[in-house]
């Protein structure tokens, strides 16, 4: 149980093209998924907070216009990244979670390089 | 604010326990524990609620000191497959907005035959 399945599992494109990734839970109703980036040998770091049917709350330093979340169902959430440049490739990883003071289950990530 | 975890990198034999520190400087509402493989999404492990709360499963546990904001994994005679980077994350006495984890900077474990 408690699957989420992220896709595409992996995109190069090249720069200024924009680029969505979806987030959905299989098995289970999300209200609330997150979604983290993570550079190579580091930690993952919050980009935003998605709950269904509601704007995302975006952390600090991150553009809302670049990264464009839409969490449009209990099953589903997609990152988009808009006009794409080098320095937005990195490994996109969502999670999703039932409730709070429970786990958050993650994708199996994006890993997107802009060429 | 992030959570300073410790060690940052350990490395031991197949059977050799091991242990991983998480502090925090802020109130901590709960902690939870992951396992990230290379290229892999993070697993979850445990999560630890209120303090003193002590958990575990195969020989894996945790423990959560409230009062020190501080929880540590233990990893008991260790396998193979408990190779990989191990990351707490940590919620905060909640401000009202969404609860949310910040990560720790990730401790690599490697096990070796």
């Known amino acids: 149980g408690a699957v989420v399945s992220q896709h595409p599992s992996w995109v190069i494109c090249k720069s200024g093209t924009s680029v969505k990734i979806e987030c959905r839970s299989l098995?289970?109703?999300?209200?609330?998924m997150f979604w983290y980036r993570q550079f190579p040998k580091q930690s993952l770091m919050l980009m935003a907070t998605s709950n269904e049917g509601s704007k995302a709350t975006y952390e600090q330093g991150v553009e809302k216009d670049k990264f464009l979340i839409n969490h449009a169902s209990l099953t589903l959430s997609t990152l988009t990244v808009t006009s794409a440049h080098p320095e937005d490739s990195s490994f996109y990883i969502c999670?999703?979670?039932?409730?709070?003071?429970?786990?958050?289950?993650f994708g199996d990530g994006t890993r997107l390089s802009i060429l | 604010q992030q959570p300073v975890q410790s060690p940052q990198a350990v490395i031991l034999r197949e059977g050799e326990d091991a242990v991983i520190n998480c502090s925090s400087s802020k109130a901590l509402y709960s902690v939870h524990w992951y396992r990230q493989k290379h290229g892999e999404a993070p697993v979850f492990l445990m999560i630890l609620l209120k303090g003193g709360e002590q958990k575990g499963h195969d020989k894996i546990s945790a423990s959560f000191n409230e009062k020190k904001q501080q929880s540590s994994l233990y990893l008991t005679a260790s396998q193979l497959s408990y190779s990989g980077t191990y990351f707490c994350g940590t919620e905060y006495v909640p401000s009202g907005s969404a609860r949310q984890l910040t990560f720790g900077s990730g401790t690599q474990l490697t096990v070796l035959p």
């Open positions: 999670s999703a979670r039932v409730l709070d003071n429970q786990p958050q289950h």
């Open positions: 098995d289970f109703q999300a209200t609330t």
